[in-house]
C-alpha cells in the first residue's frame, strides 16, 4: 500500500477559485497559518519571521485566534476568543497550515484534519505528530482528503519527520534494511515551556498513556520530575517512524525503534540525536549509515524548520493537483528562505 | 530559478501510446535499460537482478547492445555491435535507462540525452555525473526535455546524489546554510575494472583536465598510481553538488566543497564517506549536522542503489505527466524492492 497513489485527475484544479488564486500568486510569499501556540507554534512563527518565501497570516488555539493577511508577528497574541474551528470557517486565505497541535487526545490529529475537509478549505496541512496510531487514523482519511483537494504531510517534524527521511535516504545504498534505530537526545531548560511535549513524552513511559499522561497536572508533571533528577529516558516508543518507513516500502515496522533522553533541567543535550540504518548491500556487506544532528540545533529547530519544508513541498505537490496523505519518508522537503 | 518548473498540463499525457502502456503496466516491474557496461554499469546489472519491481532489459554501450523484453541477466553480455544510439532508434519498451557512462568527454551525458529527445522515446533517464559543468549542459535542454515528455534525474548516484539529498535534507533544520563539505574515501582493490571512474578522479588532480585524463594509457595510469603509491588524494574539485544545491535555494555554490581520497590498492576505504553541513539556526545557534557512511558500503552500492531510487521517483513524476530536469537535491529517491 502506498500513501502517494494520490493523484486525482478528474478534481477540478483549473476553473477552481483557490487554485486560481494560488496559481495567480506562484511567486507571492506562501500564506502560512500555525494551529497551536504553546512552545511550538511560538517557535514556529519565530522561524517564520525570518522566511522571506513565506508570510505568516494566522494562528489559533484554545484561547483564540488571530489573522491578519499582511502578515502576524509573534507578539500579535490572540486577538479573540475564538477557536480553531471559527478560524477555519472564517474561509481566509491560507495556503497551508502547520498543525503544531499536541496530539492529545489521540484522535486529535484526525478530528482537526476532518474539521479542514468539512470546512471546503483546499491547501496544505502539515503535522509534526509523533504517535503510529495517529498516522493509522489519518491513512482512513486519505480518500476524503484526495476529494476535499488536501495535500495532507504527516510526520514532518524532527522525529518523526528528518530522521525519518534520512533513513530513506541511507536506505538508498542497501539492497534490505535490517534496522533502523532512532536514538534522541533533547535538553530543555525549562518543561513548563513544552507543557503539552513533556506530556506526550511521559505517556510513553512504563504505567503510563496517553490519557493518563494528559489529565496529570503541572504539580503531578513536576512531582515525576523530581523522582528522575528531570530525565525521561525512553525506549521501544510507539513512533510513527516505523509505520512511515513501513508504507516507503522501506522495511516492515518491526524493525523501527526510537528511544530517546530528555533532560528537562539542561538546554545541553544528553545525547547527540542519530539514526542509524543498518542493511546488506547487494554484494551481501553488511554496514550502517549514521545520521548525527549538531548538539546545537535545538529540538524547535529540527521541528519546525522541517515542518516548514514539507510545507513548501506540499504546496507544489497542490498546485500540480496532487492530492492526499504523504508522509516525511516518501517526499523531499524544500528550504525556505 | 528552479530546474523543477517541469510540468507541462498541456503534453499529451493521456491518448499517449508510450504514456498508455506505462499506465497499463502501473503493477508492473519498471522496464530499465542500462547504457555503459564498465564496472558501474555491471555492478548495476547486479543490483538490478535483486529487484522484484524492476526488470532489466536492455543494456548498450560502445562495443554494442542487447535486449530482452523479458529480461537480462548480467552474463547475457553484447550481443550486438551496434551501439547505444541503435538501441534508442529500436524502439523497445523500456520505463528507463541508468545511464552507467563516464562523462568523457565533459558533453558525453548532454549528447546522449539529445540523442533521446531527438528519438522520440519518452522515459525516465538517471544519471551519475559528477562535474558542474555538465549539469549546467543538461539545464540548457529543460524545454526540450520537457516537450520530449522526457524525466531526467541527474546528478544521483553517491556523490552528487545521496550525499547531496542528505545535505539538502539536513539544511532543514537551519536558516541559513554556511558550508556543506562532502569528503568521500573510495577503496577499490582493483583501479583497472574501474579504468573510466579513475580517469574522471585523475582529471580533477593539478595538471589535468578531462581531455588529457581521458588520452592517458593505462601504462600512464598504472604509472601515475606507482608514483602515489595508489592513492589519488583530491581537493576543491568540481561537483555538480554546489549547482544542485545553488538550484535547490539552499547555499551559494561556493559554500560546496568536495573532495576525498581514492584508494586504489585496497578495497578498505581510507577514510568514513561523509557530508558536514554547517549552518545557523533560526534562535543564531551554530551548529553541524554528520551524514556518514558505513565503510563496508561500496562506490558501487552507494552509487548504483540512489540512481535506481531515482529512477523509480522519476518514474512516478512521469506517470503524472510531470517532465524536465531534476536533481537528486529536491526529489526524495523511492526504495526499490
Known amino acids: 500500500m502506498s500513501?502517494?497513489?494520490?493523484?486525482?485527475?478528474?478534481?477540478?484544479?483549473?476553473?477552481?477559485?483557490?487554485?486560481?488564486?494560488?496559481?495567480?500568486?506562484?511567486?507571492?510569499?506562501?500564506?502560512?497559518?500555525?494551529?497551536?501556540?504553546?512552545?511550538?507554534?511560538?517557535?514556529?512563527?519565530?522561524?517564520?519571521?525570518?522566511?522571506?518565501?513565506?508570510?505568516?497570516v494566522a494562528v489559533a488555539d484554545r484561547q483564540g485566534y488571530a489573522y491578519d493577511?499582511?502578515?502576524l508577528n509573534v507578539d500579535s497574541g490572540l486577538k479573540s476568543d475564538r477557536s480553531i474551528s471559527d478560524l477555519i470557517a472564517t474561509g481566509t486565505e491560507v495556503d497551508g497550515y502547520f498543525l503544531a497541535l499536541p496530539n492529545l487526545p489521540n484522535t486529535f490529529m484526525a478530528d482537526v484534519a476532518r474539521q479542514f475537509i468539512a470546512s471546503g478549505w483546499r491547501g496544505v496541512l502539515v503535522d509534526a505528530l509523533k504517535r503510529t496510531s495517529a498516522v493509522e487514523q489519518l491513512l482512513e482519511l486519505q480518500s476524503d482528503l484526495q476529494a476535499a483537494g488536501i495535500t495532507y504531510m504527516t510526520g514532518c517534524g524532527a522525529t518523526p519527520g528528518l530522521l525519518t527521511a534520512a533513513a530513506a535516504l541511507a536506505a538508498q545504498s542497501y539492497a534490505e534494511?535490517?534496522?533502523?534505530?532512532?536514538?534522541?537526545?533533547?535538553?530543555?531548560?525549562?518543561?513548563?515551556?513544552?507543557?503539552?511535549?513533556?506530556?506526550e513524552d511521559i505517556a510513553h513511559m512504563p504505567g503510563y498513556?496517553?490519557?493518563?499522561?494528559?489529565?496529570m497536572s503541572d504539580a503531578e508533571v513536576a512531582a515525576l520530575l523530581d523522582k528522575t533528577n528531570g530525565i525521561l529516558a525512553l525506549e521501544d516508543m510507539e513512533h510513527a517512524d516505523d509505520i512511515m518507513l513501513e508504507l516507503a516500502g522501506i522495511c516492515g515496522r518491526d524493525r523501527v525503534s526510537v528511544g530517546g533522553v530528555v533532560d528537562t533541567r539542561n538546554p545541553k543535550k544528553p545525547l547527540s540525536t542519530?539514526?542509524?540504518?543498518?542493511?546488506?548491500?547487494?554484494?551481501?556487506?553488511?554496514?550502517?549509515?549514521?545520521?548525527?544532528?549538531g548538539d546545537e540545533t535545538s529540538m524547535a529547530a529540527n521541528v519546525c524548520g522541517p515542518a516548514f519544508g514539507y510545507l513548501k513541498a506540499g504546496v507544489k505537490l497542490h498546485r500540480r493537483g496532487i492530492y492526499g496523505l504523504f508522509t516525511a519518508a516518501e517526499v523531499m522537503p524544500l528550504f525556505v528562505r
Open 3 to 56: 500513501t502517494t497513489q494520490a493523484m486525482d485527475r478528474s478534481a477540478p484544479v483549473v476553473g477552481d477559485c483557490a487554485a486560481r488564486t494560488l496559481r495567480e500568486r506562484a511567486n507571492a510569499p506562501i500564506r502560512v497559518g500555525i494551529l497551536g501556540f504553546g512552545g511550538l507554534g511560538q517557535a514556529a512563527g519565530k522561524v517564520l519571521a525570518q522566511k522571506r518565501e513565506m508570510l505568516w
Open 69 to 71: 493577511r499582511n502578515g
Open 177 to 199: 534494511i535490517h534496522s533502523v534505530k532512532i536514538t534522541f537526545g533533547v535538553g530543555i531548560a525549562n518543561w513548563e515551556a513544552y507543557r503539552a511535549t513533556i506530556r
Open 209 to 215: 498513556d496517553v490519557e493518563k499522561a494528559r489529565a
Open 274 to 293: 542519530n539514526v542509524k540504518i543498518t542493511g546488506r548491500t547487494f554484494e551481501g556487506k553488511i554496514s550502517t549509515h549514521t545520521f548525527t544532528l
